[in-house]
């Protein structure tokens, strides 16, 4: 079994891994705190990805490749469901707010902006690269020091005496949980700007074995964390 089949089939087990994460965390999504929507929707589009990407790479189908062209921009989404989902769990609510939708309009109007560019005249192929490139990295940074700002201004840095095992538990799941999302924003960016020198689509793909590790990490935390699952 050479490496790319081998990463192809990792990605395949770890996004029906991801599908049986879902399954256990609706059954908590009502009584624990640290379960709500918005972790349902960063696992689900994670796993559909992962699931659509390798089962077409190991040829177990052949109609859907993965997000392409300009509706990898929906790939986004997730960044703004990590910062929805700590906001949700440090002031104990469990699904969309009225006013969080606002964070929901930028990758839909990337995706509308990518449909009328790409194939026009107006903007090279190489200036939309670097353009979508910088746009991307941007909004990832944007929201992973927004998620930052939140959390130690709101979670970190207030120690509660009261429930304070409940502050705890919180604390550290938001810790571990921040951290894989800054590594993983890293690895975005850098598989980005990787594709714009190269000149290739961007896919954010490269280093997709990092990307499978750590959402297996994130998987097995929760498999082995009964105050989350």
């Keep these: 079994m050479n490496f790319i089949l081998f990463e192809n089939f990792i990605l395949f087990i770890t996004g029906l891994i991801g ?5 256990l965390i609706l059954f908590s999504i009502k009584s624990n705190k640290l379960v709500n929507l918005f972790l349902v929707l960063i696992i689900g ?4 990805r992962m699931i659509i990407r390798s089962s077409f790479l190991l040829g177990l189908q052949d109609n859907i490749s993965d997000f392409i062209g300009p509706y990898k921009s929906l790939l986004l989404y997730s960044l703004p469901l990590f910062y929805l989902y700590f906001k949700a769990i440090i002031y104990d609510y469990r ?5 969080d939708l606002c964070h929901l309009i930028f990758p839909a109007g990337l995706l509308g902006f990518n449909l009328f ?5 107006y903007i090279s192929k190489e200036h939309m690269l670097l353009l979508n490139a910088i746009i991307c990295s941007s909004y990832a940074i944007f929201y992973v020091v927004k998620s930052y700002l939140l959390l130690r201004n709101q979670s970190w840095g207030r120690q509660r005496e009261i429930h304070f095992e409940h502050y705890k538990l919180i604390r550290n799941w938001t810790i571990f949980l921040f951290t894989i999302c800054v590594i993983l924003t890293l690895r975005l960016i850098g598989s980005i700007f990787y594709e ?3 000149s290739n689509e961007l896919s954010g793909k490269p280093l997709t074995i990092l990307q ?11 498999l082995i964390s009964p105050e989350i699952s």
């Design 196 to 198: 714009t020198i190269s």
């Design 45 to 48: 589009l994670a796993s559909f």
């Design 19 to 23: 599908i049986v994460i879902i399954s």
């Design 95 to 99: 699904s969309f707010q009225r006013k």
């Design 212 to 222: 499978v590790t750590l959402w297996l990490v994130i998987f097995i935390k929760i």
């Design 117 to 121: 560019f790409l194939n026009s005249d």
